[in-house]
């Protein structure tokens, strides 16, 4: 399996130029969870190498492997197509940080979306506006339908800005590189294209993804004001690391305001629903962990959150539920969870002062502590309850 996903692999720096001017290459790897496939690293002379897999290497994304920014794939995940586009899209992360990009969101402020009933309301109209501008085959119309899009976000800003800032940022730093992505996905499946954009913009009006997944609902809206921007500022990718504009603020330049507010889009859902539907979701969501085959095992005590995955933690109340890989500094050590873990936290994300998980077998107990099989040693004591452990940290 893995040889046929690589087979793309030798060519993947001949073909970022056709992706954006001036992609500056990075090194990157593809991995499953027993080695690592390293390509173009200076580190090893930028000759192909095979590692063994560390807890570095987790999800897509870009990393700093050997004091090099690098792309990294997990292909265990993903099929050729997608392991290809996908790598193109993480190269692009690479790519903002060597070009100093500074635009980043602040993660916890997506964490503390408000599910305000106006807010989602004004959000749906104006996605709907933005979806309606990228199918419009008149200038003019895709011109009107792009103010009103405008028009809706200006609304939530007055109300919410710190909140569509977030979006906007997130927009900033994703859309492009889902736009690259888009292409390079297009480029290597045998599909029409309207298909494949279909498949990239499909969540861009799914009410659920909306009011659920607040991030990653802004990857089709930033890539759909990429794709307009290719339409009203031809020159917006030659000219984005020159300033410090959004994309939005940068579609914006390019129109303006509207007198009166547009026609309103029906809905085909209720916003309460939508609202109920999102809390029961992630209440779900802890239900689900909580219900994990294996023992139970809750550590007590100070720790500091040092390395998330933005994209699959639910916040519900003072629970952080981390999916996907999550790293926290615990008694002067930095201990990696590659499964779900839930997090009871003071004063945000990062301060911790509890942790759930799910383990196979009971501790082995030390002369000090004990030792998790594949977690760490800490130093403390222990205590059972029925089938579930207790563990409280030592000071």
């Known amino acids: 399996m893995i040889n046929q996903q690589l087979t793309e692999v030798t060519t993947i720096h001949t073909m970022l130029p056709n992706y954006w001017p001036h992609f500056i290459?990075?090194?990157?790897?593809?991995?499953?969870?027993?080695?690592?496939?390293?390509?173009?690293?200076?580190?090893?002379?930028?000759?192909?190498?095979?590692?063994?897999?560390?807890?570095q290497f987790t999800g897509c994304t870009s990393i700093i492997f050997e004091n090099e920014a690098t792309a990294i794939v997990d292909i265990n995940i993903l099929n050729k197509e997608e392991v290809y586009a996908t790598l193109i899209h993480e190269l692009f992360h690479c790519h903002q940080y060597h070009k100093k990009e500074t635009r980043f969101p602040n993660e916890l402020t997506g964490m503390a979306y408000p599910l305000e009933r106006e807010n989602i309301q004004w959000r749906i109209q104006e996605r709907e506006w933005l979806n309606q501008a990228l199918r419009m085959k008149?200038?003019?119309?895709?011109?009107?339908?792009?103010?009103?899009?405008?028009?809706?976000?200006?609304?939530?800003?007055?109300?919410?800005?710190?909140?569509?800032?977030?979006?906007?940022?997130?927009?900033?730093?994703?859309?492009?590189?889902?736009?690259?992505?888009?292409?390079?996905?297009?480029?290597?499946?045998?599909?029409?294209?309207?298909?494949?954009?279909?498949?990239?913009?499909?969540?861009?009006?799914?009410?659920?993804?909306m009011t659920n997944k607040i991030r990653h609902s802004c990857y089709p809206s930033g890539l759909a004001i990429c794709l307009?921007?290719?339409?009203?500022?031809?020159?917006?990718?030659?000219?984005?690391?020159?300033?410090?504009?959004?994309?939005?603020?940068?579609?914006?330049?390019e129109f303006e305001s509207l007198a009166k507010a547009p026609k309103r889009m029906h809905l085909a859902y209720s916003l309460d629903n939508l609202i109920h539907e999102a809390e029961i979701s992630k209440e779900r969501e802890i239900s689900h962990f909580k219900e994990t085959n294996g023992l139970l095992f809750t550590l007590i005590g100070q720790g500091k959150i040092q390395q998330f995955d933005p994209m699959n933690i639910i916040k519900l109340h003072k629970n952080f539920l981390h999916k996907n890989g999550m790293t926290i500094r615990l008694q002067e050590q930095s201990i990696y969870f590659s499964k779900p873990v839930l997090a009871l936290t003071e004063n945000g994300l990062s301060d911790v002062t509890q942790l759930q998980f799910f383990i196979d077998h009971p501790p082995e107990q030390t002369i000090d502590g004990i030792s998790i099989d594949g977690i760490g040693h800490f130093l403390g004591e222990l205590k059972q309850i029925g089938d579930n452990f207790q563990f409280i940290l030592s000071k």
């Open 25 to 55: 290459a990075s090194p990157y790897a593809y991995y499953n969870h027993e080695s690592i496939y390293l390509y173009h690293h200076p580190q090893f002379n930028g000759q192909e190498v095979i590692l063994p897999w560390n807890n």
């Open 228 to 253: 307009l921007l290719e339409t009203f500022s031809p020159k917006w990718k030659e000219e984005l690391f020159d300033h410090q504009l959004t994309l939005y603020e940068v579609l914006k330049q």
């Open 138 to 209: 008149d200038i003019n119309k895709q011109r009107e339908a792009i103010q009103a899009f405008i028009y809706w976000r200006e609304k939530r800003e007055e109300q919410y800005n710190e909140f569509v800032q977030y979006e906007n940022l997130i927009e900033t730093i994703e859309g492009p590189a889902f736009f690259i992505e888009y292409h390079a996905y297009k480029d290597i499946v045998n599909q029409p294209d309207e298909r494949v954009l279909e498949r990239y913009l499909k969540s861009l009006t799914d009410y659920s993804i």
